[in-house]
């Protein structure tokens, strides 16, 4: 099992630019960010495939945001332009495998199998 420990959210005005990052305590195949609005299901945002550097994104953040792995082993981090209102939600770190399940809001087949608490974005119009 692998800890996650999120930092970074807060609240930003539309158009503005926010940063968010996951310490995992141990090695992964991915890490990534997926996000929950109130009344909504979990959407993926963005994951990373440590070892090949290979980003997967939905395509409601293509163009706007990016993830990256930090010069920290096992840290990635999740920059966030051009927010939009409808980007706020509580978003999760997550850390996972091969296999499991289809995300098709990211195109990849993953077993997201650890998470994190949660971080709340909140972008005001």
């Known amino acids: 099992q692998v800890q996650l420990v999120e930092s970074g959210g807060g609240s930003v005005q539309a158009g503005g630019s926010l940063r968010l990052s996951c310490a995992a305590s141990g090695s992964t195949v991915f890490i990534g960010w997926f996000r929950q609005a109130p009344g909504k299901e979990r959407e993926g945002v963005a994951v990373?495939?440590?070892?090949?550097?290979?980003?997967y994104y939905a395509d409601s953040v293509k163009g706007r945001f990016t993830i990256s792995q930090d010069s920290a082993e096992n840290t990635v981090s999740l920059q966030m332009n051009s927010l939009k209102a409808e980007d706020s939600a509580m978003y999760y770190c997550?850390?996972?495998?091969?296999?499991?399940?289809?995300?098709?809001?990211?195109?990849?087949?993953?077993?997201?199998?650890?998470w994190g608490q949660g971080t709340q974005v909140t972008v005001s119009s």
């Open positions: 990373l495939h440590i070892s090949e550097g290979n980003p």
């Open positions: 997550a850390a996972g495998g091969f296999g499991g399940d289809w995300h098709p809001d990211l195109g990849l087949w993953a077993d997201f199998r650890d």
